[in-house]
T-cell receptor, first 115, second 112 residues
């Protein structure tokens, strides 16, 4: 597609429920990132993939968070046993090449509300 | 430890005037600095970047200045337009690693 697509746009989950957030990067983009943005804050790094390899997952806040990109294109961020502090916008971004000068292309995000 | 700081949560500027958004950083290992712009309900969009070996980069109405000794950068928008009203994020990156660290953002309002 023309841009990074994320689904669903909005998700309301009951505390304790598992959720799965999907990211469709720009075709051919090798680098894929997940960020978490709490209200009034900047995006916080969660994890990074280069093709199917997860090269960094240091930003995942707990072992309830899991991300995968099995075929090097679509990625899924899974949150198990959601808690209220997980409420945030989850942003996915992709990049054709390494290097900051070209910047990332972000999707519109998934707004997760845990009630 | 907040590696990228934007100490002004908001800024209001008259249309046609200059907007100056400031950013400070603590990590001297950053190779690049970037500015992203974000409208409500959309993802951030890349605006402009600067290498750590430069002190200025200009793209149309947007200019970024870097003062490495002060660990400070600023984004100048001249002239400001109402469509520039958005949240602006300053960010830093080490290219050897590729992770981008964002500041908390500054909300700019350009008043017609």
């Amino acid at each position: 597609g023309a841009g990074v697509s994320q689904s669903p746009r909005y998700k309301v989950a009951k505390r304790g429920q598992d959720v799965a957030l999907r990211c469709d990067p720009i075709s051919g983009h090798v680098s894929l990132f997940w960020y978490q943005q709490a209200l009034g804050q900047g995006p916080e790094f969660l994890t990074y993939f280069q093709n199917e390899a997860q090269l960094d997952k240091s930003g995942l806040p707990s072992d309830r968070f899991f991300a995968e990109r099995p075929e090097g294109s679509v990625s899924t961020l899974k949150i198990q046993r959601t808690q209220q502090e997980d409420s945030a916008v989850y942003l996915c971004a992709s990049s054709a090449i390494q290097g900051a000068m070209v910047g990332y292309t972000f999707g519109s995000g998934t707004r997760l509300t845990v009630v | 430890d907040q590696q990228v700081k934007q100490n002004s949560p908001s800024l209001s500027v008259q249309e046609g005037r200059i907007s100056i958004l400031n950013c400070d950083y603590t990590n001297s290992m950053f190779d690049y600095f970037l500015w992203y712009k974000k409208y409500p309900a959309e993802g951030p969009t890349f605006l402009i970047s600067i290498s750590s070996i430069k002190d200025k980069n200009e793209d149309g109405r947007f200019t970024v200045f870097l003062n490495k000794s002060a660990k400070h950068l600023s984004l100048h928008i001249v002239p400001s337009q109402p469509g520039d009203s958005a949240v602006y994020f300053c960010a830093g990156e080490k290219t050897s690693y590729d992770k981008v660290i964002f500041g908390p953002g500054t909300s700019l309002s350009v008043i017609p």
